[in-house]
């Protein structure tokens, strides 16, 4: 399996504009996070889900943020408009089970810069 | 609430050196411990985990429940160590939700 897989990597855009930030889990998984990483702040939870269903977004930060994972296999994360304080790098990660001591298998983030 | 408090933001030492990464929690059940690392740029990877009582690369932790803490320890640090690390709890009962503390930088100089 190639892992959880993010895209874009990278990216730069203006101040006000939307991202979309694509995640794919691992195929069997049922558990989907995305984490937000700040130098300031460290790794943040923003919203996981587990078989498609949001179980915990108190992380989200605000109502420019937004989550949604249509079916098993895909989710993205949305900044609309988004500011240059949402500049980090956001991790997606996923996991085997819903409970239990399973691992969380991170993807490569996506690095945004917003200016 | 689950918590997990890493205290220092970096800690430089030099080769040979031991290390201790520090990380304490409060949760009011009993956890499950993890220690994620980091390398430059590269996604987290898991770097051991308290029930697993392993040795991961001359690393290892303990959970000491009485100090609620899960410092991690090598006796002697390599330049390859050299990482951000992030030590992270997870409820035992539940869905799975990975708490972790704010992370630190390990720097290991020749």
């Known amino acids: 399996d190639a892992g959880v897989i993010q895209s874009p990597r990278h990216e730069v855009t203006e101040m006000g504009q939307e991202v979309t930030l694509r995640c794919k889990p691992i195929?069997?998984?049922?558990?989907l996070f995305w984490y937000r990483q700040t130098m300031m702040r460290g790794l943040e939870l923003l919203i996981y889900?587990?078989?498609?269903?949001?179980?915990?977004d108190s992380g989200m930060p605000e109502d420019r943020f937004s989550a949604k994972m249509p079916n098993a296999s895909f989710s993205t994360l949305k900044i609309q408009p988004s500011e240059p304080r949402d500049s980090a790098v956001y991790f997606c990660?996923?996991?085997?089970?819903?409970?239990?001591?399973?691992?969380?298998?991170f993807g490569e983030g996506s690095w945004l810069t917003v200016v | 609430a689950q918590r997990v408090t890493q205290p220092e933001k970096l800690l430089s030492v030099f080769k040979g050196a031991p290390v201790e990464l520090k990380c304490n929690y409060s949760?009011?059940?009993?956890?499950?411990l993890f220690w994620y690392v980091q390398y430059s740029r590269q996604r987290l990877q898991l770097l051991l985990r308290?029930?697993s009582r392993e040795s991961i690369k001359g690393f290892t932790a303990d959970l000491n429940k009485g100090e609620t803490s899960f410092h991690l320890k090598k006796p002697f640090a390599q330049e390859e160590d050299s990482a951000m690390y992030y030590c992270?709890?997870?409820?035992?009962?539940?869905?799975?939700?990975?708490?972790f503390g704010t992370g630190t930088r390990l720097l290991v100089s020749p």
């Open positions: 308290h029930i």
């Open positions: 990660a996923s996991s085997p089970v819903t409970a239990g001591g399973n691992t969380i298998y």
């Open positions: 949760y009011s059940g009993s956890p499950e």
């Open positions: 992270a709890l997870k409820r035992n009962t539940g869905f799975q939700k990975l708490v």
């Open positions: 889900f587990n078989n498609n269903v949001p179980i915990d």
């Open positions: 195929s069997g998984h049922n558990s």
